[in-house]
């Protein structure tokens, strides 16, 4: 008797579970962020000019003016992070110059790369050391004429930020920056040509992207060509072929070697036909 009330409290208890067991439900629940980051992120600014008259103070503690690195007629590669950060800033800046040192393109010959502190408390006495550490790390030489780590007041950073309509929060628990990781490609104008959102970032993509800002002023006509038959993905935050570009070369090498073919056979004909009457 003792086991039949066993077994039968076993198979309630069982039943009850597997029956609020429910192996869809977190697909059918609400899939909802916490309050503190729901406004943190990035907007689709793409298209956008900004207005970059802006003062920030580079590594040697120099007032300088974000629109003075459009000057140097180059594209330029954005990143809006913080260099105390204990962990993604870290994470992100060393994907980016992974992505940088595999592009055959030089930082400061072909375009700029600018990381702007989005903590007022840093000055140039964070960012002087830390640009050396990431020019050692990438190598090459002429770099540090295009590698730029600027620090600024408040009133500096929303000015930024605010056209970007990058959001981020200061986490007073934590006593950390709340933010999202990812870059800003600039025309030489200052208009926002490609946002890339992440940690790592593809030398292709890059190259593309610094070909897109610059109008095809820099690269070869092998970049350029490659640039024709792919389109960004903003869904895929990358670059991928577009059908259409690829229908439309092989409808013109098409047509190029029928005309070939033609002209080929119409020389033949002529020749002969010539011989004949002579």
């Known amino acids: 008797m003792n086991i039949r009330l066993i077994l039968l409290f ?8 597997v029956y609020a067991y429910d192996p869809h439900s977190n697909l059918t629940r609400e899939n ?3 309050k503190e980051l729901e406004n943190i992120g990035f907007s689709d600014v793409t298209g956008k000019s900004l207005n970059l008259d802006i ?42 110059f992974q992505g940088l040192k595999a592009l055959d393109w030089t930082l400061g010959k072909e375009y700029q790369y600018i990381a702007v502190s989005i903590d ?26 295009g590698l730029h780590l600027l620090t600024g007041t408040q009133e500096s950073i929303d000015a930024l930020t605010k056209q970007l309509d990058f959001r981020y929060a200061w986490d ?11 870059v800003y490609v600039l025309t030489p104008e200052g208009k926002v040509s490609r946002i890339f959102q992440g940690i790592q970032l593809e030398p292709r993509d890059l190259k593309f992207a610094f070909l897109e800002a610059s109008s095809g002023k820099i690269g070869s006509f092998v970049d350029k060509f490659a640039l024709f038959c ?18 439309q070369f092989g409808g013109a090498v098409t047509l190029l070697l029928l005309g070939a073919f033609l002209y080929i056979n119409w020389r033949k004909i002529t020749n002969n036909n010539r011989q004949g009457v002579t």
């Open 120 to 145: 007022p408390k840093e000055n140039e006495s964070i960012s002087f050391p830390k640009k050396g550490a990431y020019l050692k790390e990438y190598g090459r030489d002429g770099a540090e004429q």
């Open 32 to 34: 909802k962020l916490p």
């Open 10 to 17: 076993c198979l309630s208890f069982w039943s009850g579970v």
């Open 55 to 96: 003062p920030f103070r580079d590594e040697s503690g120099k007032t300088v003016r974000f629109s003075d690195f459009l000057t140097k007629g180059k594209p330029i590669l954005l990143s809006p992070v913080y260099f105390k950060c204990p962990t993604l800033c870290n994470f992100h800046l060393n994907g980016v």
């Open 230 to 247: 792919f389109q960004f993905d903003p869904r895929k935050n990358k670059y991928t072929i577009y059908a259409y570009r690829m229908m």
């Open 172 to 182: 007073a628990e934590a006593k950390q920056y709340i933010h999202a990781s990812g």
